[in-house]
T-cell receptor
Framework: DAKTTQPTSMDCAEGRAANLPCNHSTISGNEYVYWYRQIHSQGPQYIIHGLKNNETNEMASLIITEDRKSSTLILPHATLRDTAVYYCIVGARGGTSYGKLTFGQGTILTVHP | GAVVSQHPSWVICKSGTSVKIECRSLDFQATTMFWYRQFPKQSLMLMATSNEGSKATYEQGVEKDKFLINHASLTLSTLTVTSAHPEDSSFYIC???????????FGNGTRLTVT
């Protein structure tokens, strides 16, 4: 079973911020939070990851709560091309399970004009 | 950035035939690659871990004799679906990391249709 829960779908207006929540209440101390997205009929695309501090890159920001039981992915200015399924995944950054990601159902984000 | 390439991007084959899918790391060496499968309207499921120079390890429920994996070099892993049947029709995706601690990079997938 996936170790995260996400809303099934969300809508966002073009140009506005998209805030995608994720619950991971059973996260272990050495597990990171990873976000990927999958545009229809393509492989998943890495977005961002973090351990406990907030992170920002050219694609998005990741806000992790202090207790690490939940996080939010923020796309600051959503565009139509951001319409995709967004996956929140927790996993170790090393060890025997490294790379063996458990994908949940993700959140279908629809950005509309 | 690290690029993982798959070939072909789609393939149609007849039931009973075998199909080979290639996964290449273009600008890095990958001692380990991962094969995932995604059925329509479902999420990705890990099938197996491909290890360069040794046998692949398969997830529970995945038939190793049906899904043959070969990782003969540090930049190439192949997945062969043997005696394919319509229920094997799926989206097959490979992935790899370019260094320990880096996120997984995924290929663009191969859509297999068995008629």
């Amino acid at each position: 079973d996936a170790k995260t829960t996400q809303p099934t779908s969300m809508d966002c207006a073009e140009g506005r911020a998209a805030n995608l929540p994720c619950n991971h209440s059973t996260i272990s101390g050495n597990e990171y939070v990873y976000w990927y997205r999958q545009i229809h009929s393509q492989g998943p695309q890495y977005i961002i990851h973090g351990l406990k501090n907030n992170e920002t890159n050219e694609m998005a920001s990741l806000i992790i709560t202090e207790d690490r039981k939940s996080s939010t992915l923020i796309l600051p200015h959503a565009t139509l091309r951001d319409t995709a399924v967004y996956y929140c995944i927790v996993g170790a950054r090393g060890g025997t399970s490294y790379g063996k990601l458990t994908f949940g159902q993700g959140t279908i984000l629809t950005v509309h004009p | 950035g690290a690029v993982v390439s798959q070939h072909p991007s789609w393939v149609i084959c007849k039931s009973g035939t075998s199909v080979k899918i290639e996964c290449r790391s273009l600008d890095f060496q990958a001692t380990t690659m991962f094969w995932y499968r995604q059925f329509p309207k479902q999420s990705l499921m890990l099938m197996a871990t491909s290890n360069e120079g040794s046998k692949a390890t398969y997830e529970q429920g995945v038939e190793k004799d049906k899904f043959l994996i070969n990782h003969a070099s540090l930049t190439l892993s192949t997945l062969t679906v043997t005696s394919a049947h319509p229920e094997d029709s799926s989206f097959y995706i490979c992935s790899a990391f370019d260094r320990v601690g880096s996120p997984l990079h995924f290929g663009n997938g191969t859509r297999l249709t068995v008629t």
